[in-house]
């Protein structure tokens, strides 16, 4: 299994701001993976981002909007952007390890 | 688009009763996880079962896979009010950016009554 910590776990935001989302993993990882979930939702894949070379996104979603960091095996940065009340969300970082995907405990972020 | 449909949506329970969620699938999967997600928290990943595994048990939980009709249930034995939660299964599955990824159902929605 994998230990993984995401900072902030929760935050009130001004509309217009932007967000850095931390995660940690305590072991190397080659995929990491964000998702969004809004409220009452369920999840929905962001992007993923592999170590030395940019984040793929999906549908939906840019690097504008989600620039993501990945500077080694065990740390992610997922940043929201200039942000709006339809921003408000958990956001949750997760890791592959065998096949199986664990999740850290997400970054309630609420915008206002 | 959601790969797995969940069924029922909510699921109101006594304590000790069993509870039976069900989810739906569309296309071939290698694999088909359950996780659980207390309210506004992480998930916690709950079991894993192959494509060519038909049952799988984990202490009170029991995972049944059915590929011939692209569905699996998650059953919980003897449940407690601890067990309240929300309840997805995921299946694994290249997404459309070419990335293979977990795509999660709309979740079960479990209210254990102590």
């Known amino acids: 299994s994998a230990v993984i910590s995401q900072k902030p776990s929760r935050d009130i935001c001004q509309r217009g701001t932007s967000l850095t989302i931390q995660c940690q993993v305590d072991?190397?990882?080659?995929?990491m993976f964000w998702y969004r979930q809004q409220p009452g939702q369920s999840l929905t894949l962001i992007a993923t981002?592999?170590?030395?070379?940019?984040?793929?996104?999906e549908s939906g979603f840019v690097i504008d909007k989600f620039p993501i960091s990945r500077p080694n095996l065990t740390f992610s940065t997922l940043t929201v952007s200039n942000m709006s009340p339809e921003d408000s969300s958990i956001y949750l970082c997760?890791?592959?390890?065998?096949?199986?995907?664990?999740f850290g405990e997400g970054s309630w972020l609420t915008v206002v | 688009s959601q790969q797995g449909e969940e069924d029922p949506q909510a699921l109101s329970i006594q304590e000790g009763e069993n509870a039976t969620m069900n989810c739906s699938y569309k296309?071939?999967?290698?694999?088909l996880q359950w996780y659980r997600q207390n309210s506004g928290r992480g998930l916690v990943h709950l079991i894993l079962?192959?494509?060519?595994?038909r049952e799988k048990h984990s202490g009170r939980l029991r995972v049944t896979l059915d590929t011939s009709k692209k569905s699996s249930s998650l059953l919980i034995t003897a449940s407690r009010a601890a067990d309240t939660a929300s309840y997805f299964c995921a299946t694994d599955e290249f997404t459309p950016a070419g990335r293979r990824a977990l795509t999660f159902g709309s979740g079960t929605r479990l209210q254990v009554q102590p």
């Open positions: 997760s890791v592959e390890i065998g096949n199986t995907i664990y």
């Open positions: 981002a592999n170590q030395g070379s940019e984040a793929t996104y």
């Open positions: 072991s190397q990882v080659t995929m």
């Open positions: 079962i192959r494509s060519n595994e």
């Open positions: 296309t071939s999967i290698n694999n």
